[in-house]
């Protein structure tokens, strides 16, 4: 959408580092990322939102709006996205702090954070958090540009994450690859 695109790069150019990504992620990029989730997945939260390109493919797999929890840093993108989606739980806080507000035993977390771009604390304090909601078994989603897991490597031991790659997407900009992390 338009819009959204608009809306994208002037958060870009205002905050080129938390954002720090040139557009919204493609449909098939968002399809790619709620592959398999769907009602049976329960409670899904997303972390770093955005405009809502991956929120729409989550709700398009079947996951009920009012399973469906996000966690966005930029409060502009938070406010847009909870004009854009009724019954959704919006909060404008960030995901190393989900663990705050959400309940254990969540399906899916399914993330849009470049990881890459954050310190390493940072970036391991948001897994961490994502794994203490997560039920035993449950994904942590996350798409990367790069050739390698944007999980780094340190805190995939420590965690003991097992790390599949599900799909590579051409049709984004730029191409993406979609890993999945669970416990092992
Ligand atoms: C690369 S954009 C992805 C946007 C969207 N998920 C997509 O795929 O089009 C990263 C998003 O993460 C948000 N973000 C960055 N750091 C964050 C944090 N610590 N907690 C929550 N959101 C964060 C940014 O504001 C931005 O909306």
Same mark, same amino acid.
């Given at each position: 959408?338009l819009?959204?695109k ?5 958060r ?5 580092k ?7 992620s #493609?449909?098939?990029?968002?399809r790619a ?7 049976q997945?329960g409670?899904?939260v997303e972390?770093g939102p955005?405009?809502?390109?991956l929120?729409?493919a989550?709700?398009a797999?079947?996951v ?5 929890t996000?966690f966005?840093l930029d409060?502009?993108? #938070?406010a847009?996205?909870t ?5 959704l739980?919006v909060?404008n806080q960030?995901?190393?702090?989900a663990?705050?507000?959400?309940a ?9 954070l ?5 310190p390493?604390?940072?970036?391991? &304090?948001?897994?961490?958090s994502?794994?203490?909601?997560l039920a035993?078994? &449950? ?10 897991p ?11 994450? &097992? ?7 051409w049709?984004?900009?730029p191409p993406a690859?979609?890993?999945?992390f669970?416990?092992?």
């Amino acid at each position: 959408m338009l819009a959204d695109k608009t809306l994208f790069l002037r958060r870009l150019i205002r905050n080129p580092k938390q954002v720090s990504a040139i557009a919204p992620s #493609s449909r098939y990029l968002g399809r790619a990322m709620a592959r398999g989730l769907g009602p049976q997945t329960g409670r899904v939260v997303e972390f770093g939102p955005g405009t809502g390109s991956l929120t729409r493919a989550i709700l398009a797999a079947g996951v009920a709006p009012s399973q469906l929890t996000l966690f966005e840093l930029d409060p502009t993108f #938070s406010a847009s996205l909870t004009a854009a989606f009724p019954g959704l739980r919006v909060l404008n806080q960030p995901a190393d702090r989900a663990h705050e507000h959400v309940a254990p035993g969540v399906g899916a977390v399914v993330s849009g954070l470049p990881l890459l771009s954050m310190p390493a604390p940072v970036s391991r &304090a948001i897994v961490a958090s994502a794994f203490r909601i997560l039920a035993p078994g &449950a994904p942590y989603i996350q798409f990367t540009y790069g050739p390698k897991p944007s999980v780094p490597p340190a805190v995939i031991e420590e965690f003991g994450l &097992a790390v599949e790659q599900t799909a590579f997407v051409w049709a984004n900009l730029p191409p993406a690859r979609v890993h999945s992390f669970t416990r092992k």
